[in-house]
């Protein structure tokens, strides 16, 4: 079966770096998600990765897969009040008719 | 472009009422669509999804059901409310390329049963 799970919270000071943690299960997984949820609103995707990858770096964020260990992972650098949000994690495969699979949510908290 | 509807923002409904939540999709066809539940401010769940119309597929046993009467018309329905239905409901749809599936999500309704 398909299980994404996620650090809980995460609380970081404004201008250090944020890292949010993620494993799943499934090892068809083609592609990694990372999405992010402001308060009261729907989600919206902020980055993806292709399983073949090990990383892909976009502005200030970087995300690292090591598919070994089924480990995905979503750097902020520089991080500011506007990034406190619930970051979620997801992963999609063929095996499940390309259903997007969620984890939990990261709440990051930053401090000013 | 494509874009998402989805209604109402906010709903008060008192045990044991009807419930209808509507979500459409535009500038897009045949698009998966989903029903997701958010408790307690985090933790997504989903409760439905459909790849056409008339097609559901529920993934956890519940007090709630849904229907696509249209390709781009995705309806979250319950007869009877309970308290537990409260919480953060999200519709999203998505499309695949090749095997990248890519979610768009509305803005939610906030549903308090009382």
């Known amino acids: 079966g398909e299980d994404v799970e996620q650090s809980l919270f995460l609380s970081v000071r404004e201008g250090d770096s944020s890292v949010i943690n993620c494993t799943y299960t499934?090892?068809?997984?083609?592609?990694l998600y990372w999405y992010k949820q402001e308060p009261g609103a729907g989600l919206q995707l902020l980055t993806y990765?292709?399983?073949?990858?090990d990383m892909k770096q976009d502005q200030r964020l970087t995300v690292l897969l090591n598919k070994k260990d089924k480990h995905l992972s979503l750097r902020i650098a520089d991080t500011q009040t506007g990034d406190s949000a619930i970051y979620f994690c997801?992963?999609?495969?063929?095996?499940?008719?390309?259903?997007?699979?969620f984890g939990a949510g990261t709440i990051l908290r930053v401090k000013s | 472009s494509q874009t998402i509807h989805q209604w109402p923002a906010t709903l008060v409904q008192p045990v044991g009422s009807p419930l209808s939540l509507e979500c459409t999709v535009e500038g897009t066809s045949n698009p998966n669509l989903y029903w997701y539940r958010q408790a307690a401010g985090r933790g997504l769940q989903l409760l439905f999804y459909?790849?056409?119309?008339?097609?559901i597929s529920s993934e956890v046993p519940q007090n709630l059901s849904a229907s696509r009467p249209q390709d781009r018309q995705f309806i979250l329905s319950s007869k009877k409310l309970l308290l537990s239905d409260s919480g953060f409901y999200l519709c999203?749809?998505?499309?695949?390329?090749?095997?990248?599936?890519?979610?768009?999500f509305g803005q939610g309704t906030r549903l308090t049963v009382v």
């Open positions: 499934d090892s068809s997984s083609t592609y």
């Open positions: 990765i292709f399983s073949n990858m």
């Open positions: 459909s790849v056409g119309i008339g097609q």
């Open positions: 999203a749809w998505s499309v695949t390329s090749g095997m990248n599936t890519e979610a768009f």
């Open positions: 997801a992963e999609s495969s063929g095996r499940y008719g390309n259903k997007l699979v």
